[in-house]
T-cell receptor
């Protein structure tokens, strides 16, 4: 089956610094990748959708200058949280779809736990 | 706007009990429906999906779900749960695109 990895799995950073999270599709070409944020005891909130080689489409209320998304290749997308603050602490999950995935089906990465101190 | 409702936020069952988790969606067009499971500390895994055809869908680990179009529902069922089914379950819907709308999730705890 399609496998999506994320790195790092956990990261702790200081307030004001930036942190980058990588999402990779390991065995298929991900034409579209999605970034979600999962709050404790709540559902996944879609932050943005990115297509390879083009700018990401952000959901309403998500600051695109704060959450920089790059999808430079068919196997890699990155999310950079810039000038992180404690309220950015959360669980960030990526997913991917593309060749090898079922119609309109997403495959999810294991998530990255970000803690901003 | 599309939305997905999971009315059971927390469910506690004893082993061997039957399970039914509700999922209702609001969208009038053609939909694709999914159930995902998230075990503690692990990533989302697909349990089952419905695109078309037989509205009774069989998934992994003995789970099944029934699509009832007239009720806009896609309830998840399992005849006999096990302790290892303790997890959070998410219903998701999309409508001809890759963009999912997720329900708020149901936390299931199975007592041994």
């Amino acid at each position: 089956g399609a496998v999506v990895s994320q790195h790092p799995s956990r990261v702790i950073c200081k307030s004001g610094t930036s942190v980058k999270i990588e999402c990779r599709s390991l065995d298929f070409q991900a034409t579209t990748m999605f970034w979600y944020r999962q709050f404790p005891k709540k559902s996944l909130m879609l932050m943005a959708t990115s297509n390879e080689g083009s700018k990401a489409t952000y959901e309403q209320g998500v600051e695109k200058d704060k959450f920089l998304i790059n999808h430079a290749s068919l196997t890699l997308s990155t999310l950079t949280v810039t000038s992180a603050h404690p309220e950015d602490s959360s669980f960030y999950i990526c997913s991917a779809s593309g060749t090898g995935s079922g119609p309109y089906e997403q495959y999810f990465g294991p998530g990255t736990r970000l803690t901003v101190t | 706007a599309q939305s997905v409702s999971q009315h059971n936020h927390h469910v506690i069952l004893s082993e061997a009990a039957s399970l039914e988790l509700g999922c209702n969606y609001s969208y009038g067009g053609t939909v694709n429906l999914f159930w995902y499971v998230q075990y503690p500390g692990q990533h989302l895994q697909l349990l089952l999906k419905y695109f078309s055809g037989d509205p009774l869908v069989k998934g992994i680990k003995g789970f099944e779900a029934e699509f009832i179009k007239s009720k806009f529902s896609f309830n998840l069922r399992k005849p006999s749960v096990q302790w290892s089914d303790t997890a959070e379950y998410f219903c998701a819907v999309n409508s001809g695109t890759y963009k999912y709308i997720f329900g708020t999730g149901t936390r299931l705890k199975v007592l041994a």
